[in-house]
Every structure is written in structure tokens, then in C-alpha cells.
């Protein structure tokens, strides 16, 4: 065996590892800011939950209280709820533009 081609193919191996790894890292790079984007939308969501449970205690006490207007807007409150859980939430977005973008 010609030692010359033994090491043309050592050095081929080593720098297609060599590009393997390039490519890895320039994935990883491409992938970060959405994976920062969907831990924004997640902890946004987390923040929009945590507001309407509030607001929902906040007027389950009026409604507990007697308050006319309490009523009315408990009733558009459930509505904007079950209009955001029918949506595809910010995260579901986000999986999917990742999806189409592999």
C-alpha cells in the first residue's frame, strides 16, 4: 500500500470530521435564537395565565359581592379564555416554524 494514500485518507477523514463539526456548530448557532424565542413565548404565556387567574379571582369576589358589572365582565372573560385556548398557543408557533425551517 502507498503510504502517501494512507495519509491523504487520514487527512480526508479528519477534515471531513473537521466540516461535520462546522456544520454542527453553524446548526447551533442558527437554532439559539429560537430556542431564546420560545423560552420568551413560554414564559410570556406563563405571565398571560397568571394575569387572568387573577383577574378571574378578582371578579369571582365581586360576583361574590353582588356587583352588576362584576357579571358582565366575568362573561366576556370566559369568552376571551376560551378564545385563547381554542388558538394554537405562542409555543405552538414557534414548534412549527421550527419544524418547517429543518
Do not use: C, F
Not at 23 to 46: C, F, N, T, W, Y
Amino acid at each position: 500500500m502507498d503510504p502517501s494514500r494512507v495519509t491523504s485518507n487520514n487527512l480526508t477523514t479528519r477534515d471531513s470530521k473537521a466540516t461535520a463539526m462546522d456544520r454542527v456548530e453553524a446548526d447551533i448557532k442558527k437554532l439559539l435564537p429560537i430556542i431564546e424565542r420560545l423560552k420568551d413565548g413560554a414564559e410570556e404565556e406563563g405571565r398571560w395565565n397568571a394575569a387572568v387567574m387573577a383577574q378571574q379571582q378578582n371578579e369571582t369576589a365581586k360576583l361574590q359581592e353582588g356587583h352588576p358589572q362584576a357579571q358582565k365582565n366575568n362573561d366576556r372573560q370566559q369568552q376571551v379564555v376560551k378564545q385563547k385556548r381554542q388558538g394554537p398557543s405562542q409555543m405552538d408557533n414557534l414548534t412549527a416554524s421550527i419544524r418547517l425551517r429543518m
